[in-house]
Antibody, heavy 118, light 108 residues
Framework: QVQLQESGPGLVKPSETLSLTCTVS????????WSWIRQPPGKGLEWIGY???????NYNPSLKSRVTISVDTSKNQFSLRLRSVTAADTALYYC????????????WGQGTLVTVSS | EIVLTQSPGTLSLSPGERATLSCRAS???????LAWYQQKPGQAPRLLIY???ARATGIPDRFSGSGSGTDFTLTISRLEPEDFAVYYC?????????FGQGTKVEIK
């Protein structure tokens, strides 16, 4: 059974960079697409971007200028960096596995809350 | 980007009743690439339906999906106590992938 676990700071200051890592267990990161998705408190879901295990990426245009997703296959991990954060970036951040290219999400992490505040 | 509008925002029903949730797209969803998720408080979303009508592994057959083009429906034939949750639709026919704002199914 594939499991995903997000990790990273729960508090980030405005204008700084949010950094999260997703560790995949129970399966290989190779051969799949992996996404980050966020959910502001009390609101709906927003897809941030994906990375293929080979390193190719695709980002939501609404965040593209501030987002970088990277992968480390040796550690079975992929990571999110979101620059120049504001309070609007406060959210529950999920990592998830794409069933295929630009597909639905079949496995999700439990999510990690990131608050942007000074 | 495709905007998904879910209705109603909240559905108040009793266990044993039938739930009908709607998801309308601002433009046609390519290949009917529409998924439904269930989310309970404090939990990650769980995949229920993909391809508009195919049940994910382990999903009970009281959950069914239908629709095509711009109009999609999730039906729960007889609500069980564990079905009270928030439900989201998601389209993956075009990029960026987008979600609806959710429908909460609450106990009446």
């Amino acid at each position: 059974q594939v499991q995903l676990q997000e990790s990273g700071p729960g508090l980030v200051k405005p204008s700084e960079t949010l950094s999260l890592t997703c560790t995949v267990s129970g399966g290989s990161i190779s051969g799949y697409y992996w996404s980050w998705i966020r959910q502001p408190p009390g609101k709906g879901l927003e897809w941030i971007g994906y990375i293929y295990y080979s390193g190719s990426t695709n980002y939501n245009p609404s965040l593209k200028s501030r987002v970088t997703i990277s992968v480390d296959t040796s550690k079975n991990q992929f990571s999110l960096r979101l620059r120049s954060v504001t309070a609007a970036d406060t959210a529950l951040y999920y990592c998830a596995r794409d069933f295929g290219y630009s597909s639905y999400f079949d496995y999700w992490g439990q999510g990690t809350l990131v608050t942007v505040s000074s | 980007e495709i905007v998904l509008t879910q209705s109603p925002g909240t559905l108040s029903l009793s266990p044993g009743e039938r739930a009908t949730l709607s998801c309308r797209a601002s433009q046609s969803v390519s290949n009917n690439y529409l998924a439904w998720y269930q989310q309970k408080p404090g939990q990650a979303p769980r995949l229920l339906i993909y391809g508009a009508s195919a049940r994910a592994t382990g999903i009970p057959d009281r959950f069914s999906g239908s629709g095509s083009g711009t109009d999609f429906t999730l039906t729960i034939s007889r609500l069980e106590p564990e079905d009270f949750a928030v439900y989201y639709c998601q389209q993956y026919g075009s990029s960026p992938r987008t979600f609806g704002q959710g429908t909460k199914v609450e106990i009446k």
